[in-house]
């Protein structure tokens, strides 16, 4: 049996997720059929996570009658790509809410200190009564997820989440005790990281599976 998973994860363990997610895993998949994958699947992501967004109701008329009807504001929610991994996810989940606002982060590890160090730094202004979800596919040792989530809170925004494709056991350590309050949300947990900081089992590099640069 399964352990259960850590207090901070939100496991989205839906059927038609774990089946997408299995056949993006295997190594024959193609390029084409994986970021194929990688946009149903998040779409499908994109409704767990917004399951708790605020509604308001808004008077409008149907042929029948009028009523008070409720709606989301989509301008809230700002989806955080980050780099270059990250930007697969958004086609999905802005296509399930597209007016939402977009920002990316871009961080690379200095092969001295082994630190993540920002590149890039794009998101909405005013960000105090925005909710953010943070995409990137690979939660593997969580220390870059970790940067981008402290220098997004830097901003202020209302809320944030993490959203990932798999997540190593010591990604989610790492991440966790940075990030107490920011949940992650992912289908599966994976057993361990190899000696490259690969995610086993994995599916590999998921920028170079995306979009064919191997
Ligand atoms: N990044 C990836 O793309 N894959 C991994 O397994 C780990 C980090």
Same mark, same amino acid.
């Given at each position: 049996?399964a352990?259960?998973?850590?207090?901070?994860?939100? $496991?989205?363990?839906?059927?038609?997720?774990?089946?997408?997610?299995?056949?993006?895993?295997?190594? !024959?998949?193609?390029?084409?059929e994986?970021?194929? $994958?990688?946009? !149903?699947?998040?779409? &499908?992501?994109? *409704?767990?996570?917004?399951?708790d967004?605020?509604i308001?109701?808004?008077?409008?008329?149907? /042929?029948?009658? +009028?009523?008070?009807?409720?709606?989301?504001?989509? @301008?809230?929610?700002?989806?955080?790509?980050? &780099?270059r991994?990250?930007?697969?996810?958004l086609?999905? %989940? $802005?296509? =399930?809410?597209?007016a939402?606002?977009?920002?990316?982060?871009?961080?690379?590890?200095?092969?001295?200190?082994?630190? /993540?160090?920002?590149? *890039?730094? @794009?998101?909405?202004? !005013? %960000?105090?009564?925005?909710?953010?979800?943070?995409?990137?596919p690979?939660?593997? =040792?969580?220390?870059? +997820?970790?940067?981008?989530?402290?220098?997004? @809170? !830097?901003?202020?925004?209302?809320?944030? @989440?993490?959203?990932? $494709?798999?997540?190593? /056991?010591?990604?989610? +350590?790492?991440?966790?005790?940075?990030? /107490?309050?920011?949940?992650?949300y =992912?289908p599966?947990?994976?057993?361990r &990281?190899?000696?490259h900081? *690969?995610?086993?089992?994995?599916?590999?590099d998921?920028?170079?599976? %995306? *979009?064919g640069?191997?």
């Amino acid at each position: 049996m399964a352990a259960a998973a850590p207090s901070n994860v939100h $496991l989205i363990d839906h059927p038609l997720i774990l089946h997408k997610l299995t056949v993006m895993r295997r190594r !024959e998949t193609t390029t084409r059929e994986f970021r194929q $994958l990688l946009r !149903e699947l998040s779409m &499908l992501m994109a *409704y767990e996570v917004t399951r708790d967004m605020a509604i308001t109701l808004e008077t409008i008329e149907t /042929p029948i009658a +009028a009523m008070q009807a409720p709606v989301i504001d989509g @301008k809230k929610l700002v989806f955080i790509s980050v &780099l270059r991994a990250g930007t697969g996810m958004l086609d999905g %989940m $802005l296509e =399930t809410v597209p007016a939402a606002r977009v920002g990316h982060i871009g961080l690379y590890r200095d092969p001295e200190t082994l630190q /993540p160090v920002e590149y *890039y730094f @794009k998101i909405p202004k !005013e %960000m105090a009564d925005r909710d953010v979800v943070v995409v990137d596919p690979m939660l593997a =040792t969580g220390n870059s +997820a970790a940067a981008a989530v402290q220098r997004i @809170k !830097e901003a202020g925004p209302r809320s944030i @989440k993490f959203v990932c $494709l798999l997540a190593a /056991p010591e990604g989610i +350590a790492t991440f966790g005790a940075a990030h /107490p309050d920011v949940p992650i949300y =992912t289908p599966a947990i994976d057993e361990r &990281l190899n000696d490259h900081g *690969y995610i086993v089992p994995g599916l590999g590099d998921a920028g170079d599976r %995306m *979009y064919g640069t191997r």
